[in-house]
């Protein structure tokens, strides 16, 4: 009766069901109806091209180049040290208990690491650089062979981060979003590259401080730098609709299956 009527009248090929165990300690008795829910639910939504979504990111990346080629206009150039210090401060009391990571050039927290769980992690975590929110952090390992790592990070969180990296936290005299997008621009051409020393090319604060890097106008900074989150912005909701898309196409792939099935 059931079937008959709440469920034949809107799918007319769903099939029944009845199990029945009486033999087991906790007899098991089940009654319901199989429905294929992406077959009769799914509906197909045909995704942007992959050529139309490039060209949108395309032109953002153009739209990015011309407007900060019309601020390069008459600025003065300063060495990094003129607008920033080197954070040196060590967690030798754990003054800081979150351990943050490098993930794709984004700072993040260090999944597992607990020294409350596990005492033995104290030492290292003292070893550890305390940062705080605005700082930069720069990985200036393996330059010599090493072209895949995004190497500029911004801490959005207080914690402790290895002392293997550079940090450097923004004076008063510079907008330090903008210091990290220009830091940013020189690690995506590779330029921290050409600056490293010794056998395994590491750069250290001493070196990089000696960089001169263009040096408008505090208010011409925040104008940059409001600028650049807006486009990035727009960039990654971009990234983010084309592994939407992905996603609904592994859907739809299933969906063909489940018909065929």
Known sequence: QYMAKEV??????????????????????KTGAEIPFTRYFYRYQMPQSVEKLQNMIDNLEQSISVEMNNLLDNWDSVPIYYVSQEVRKKNNNISQKVALKFTYGTIVRKKNFSIEEDSSLRKTIENYKVVKPKDIVINGLNLNFDFVTQRVGFVTFPGAITSAYIVIRAKNNINEKYLLYLLKSYDSVKAFHNMGGGVRKILNFSILSKIKIPFPPMKEQKRIA??????????????????DEIEQLKVYRNSLIAEAV
């Open 226 to 243: 409001d600028f650049l989150d807006k486009k990035c912005g727009q960039i990654d909701k971009l990234l983010t609709q084309i592994n």
């Open 8 to 29: 034949l009248p809107f799918i007319s090929d769903a099939k029944a069901f009845f199990e029945e165990d009486l033999g087991k300690k906790k007899p098991v008795i």
